[in-house]
């Protein structure tokens, strides 16, 4: 029977944000495997392995031969001189690799922040090769949760069992990584920086799930798309559409936020992609701008300014606005241009980033707002809104993708990206026309 590196659901309850329990990966419940194939990979041998990761070399052959029929995959030629790494197996101990440097700058980050425990150069490393998926797993659902009876409810075991599991890995940790009270379990700011990285092992897993199907002929997974406001409708539905056409094997979820808000969770491996309005990039993150487009005002069909004559920006001030949030893109964008006119800008009365909300409340009062002009374009067809014939090319921005700098994307997300340039390409082509 062929083994697939499914993942391993967690049921989120209902209170739980919609990101904070991700599905665990398949490969995030094989660490023992994942370490004795990367150092096989390294050393050559299972023998030469066991001695470097202090197993028994009966254990590493097994470990091997266990994680090759979880993949369905040869990960390894044996021969009389040793075992070499396939290209499938040397993916897997280089994305195991990276799991593991992970673990261990998160234990070092904690011990680092941790008060009143001796530190010990060798912990990072210790707290790599011995913690268990379960404290893993516990971690992630009380962060999430901030109590050890909800975890233990989302993840499906005792609340007993969840506790021993916490107290393993702060035992590992070599410091207080959660406080207790009666409002519940919260994480210390030692603990904080231990979750930061064992999301970003958990991307690396994930990433040898997407890797082993993609060996198989099968490209599948789950991507989350974090998407900031007045940057959806250009790119991200057609390039979305064709990916899911092209490989129903994959999930993907929109998620809409501010940038700081989607950044954080990007650079926490909480989301996989940005897309939007490009800033400068914060540490972590790389960039890659895809088009140039300007903004426009839009009102609803029939609002009253349509029927003035020789329509100027000044006359725009006679109507509320919707205006974008203060330090936003948009919102110096709309700011330029006002002063570029020597006027003064809409007041802030009401202010929103949801694209959603600001179209319902034009489209249903005489309120005017910015809207990207590809998002203007289909709103427009679609007889809701109008565009006002008034151009604004201090607006234009540039509009992109943010991926975390670490690392190579999985295949799932490669197909993401790769639709999302295509596009853009796209767009650019039309444009030329």
Excluded at 70 to 97: I, N, Y
Excluded at 146 to 168: C, D, F, N, T, Y
Aim: glycine fraction near 8%; proline fraction near 7%.
């Amino acid at each position: 029977m062929r083994c697939h590196p499914d993942p391993f659901p967690i049921p989120v309850p209902a209170e739980t944000p919609l990101i904070a329990l991700r599905e665990l990966p398949g490969a995030g419940e094989r660490l023992k495997l994942l370490r004795c194939a990367a150092a096989v990979a390294r050393h050559g041998s299972a023998m030469r392995a066991a001695e470097a990761i202090h197993l028994s070399q009966p254990a590493v052959t097994r470990g091997v031969l266990e994680l090759e029929r979880f993949c369905g995959l040869p990960l390894f030629e044996r021969s009389a001189r040793g075992m070499l790494a396939t290209p499938p197996g040397l993916r897997v101990a280089q994305r195991a690799d990276a799991l593991f440097a992970q673990l261990a700058l998160g234990a070092a980050q904690a011990a680092a922040l941790a008060e009143g425990r001796a530190r010990r150069t060798e912990r990072p490393e210790r707290f790599a090769a011995a913690v268990t998926p379960a404290s893993l797993k516990a971690l992630l659902a009380v962060a999430a949760t901030a109590s050890e009876a909800k975890a233990a409810v989302a993840l499906g075991i005792s609340q007993p069992a969840v506790h021993r599991s916490l107290r393993a890995l702060e035992h590992l940790a070599g410091g207080v990584v959660f406080q207790r009270s009666v409002r519940g379990t919260r994480l210390t700011d030692a603990g904080e920086a231990l979750l930061l990285h064992v999301k970003l092992a958990y991307g690396e897993a994930r990433a040898i799930d997407s890797e082993i199907a993609a060996w198989r002929g099968e490209i599948r997974g789950r991507v989350l798309i974090g998407a900031l406001p007045l940057s959806v409708s250009l790119l991200l539905p057609r390039a979305v559409d064709e990916v899911l056409r092209a490989h129903p094997d994959i999930e993907v979820t929109i998620i809409d936020g501010t940038y700081d808000n989607l950044m954080r969770q990007l650079r926490a491996a909480d989301i996989d992609l940005v897309i939007g309005a490009l800033r400068e990039a914060p540490s972590g993150v790389r960039q890659e701008s895809l088009v140039e487009e300007p903004l426009a005002v839009v009102a609803r069909a029939g609002h009253p300014c349509l029927r003035r004559r020789g329509l100027t920006l000044a006359d725009l001030r006679a109507w509320d606005w919707v205006v974008p949030l203060p330090g936003t893109p948009a919102s110096a964008a709309l700011q330029r241009v006002f002063a570029a006119a020597g006027l003064e800008p809409p007041p802030g009365a009401l202010q929103a980033s949801s694209a959603m909300f600001t179209r319902a409340i034009v489209a249903s009062t005489d309120r005017l707002a910015l809207s990207s002009h590809g998002q203007a374009v289909e709103d427009e067809r679609g007889g809701a809104l109008r565009r006002l014939p008034i151009e604004l090319p201090l607006t234009v921005r540039a509009v992109g993708i943010a991926v975390r700098e670490s690392g190579e994307p999985s295949p799932d997300l490669r197909v993401v990206l790769e639709a999302l340039r295509r596009a853009a390409a796209n767009e650019i082509d039309k444009a030329g026309r």
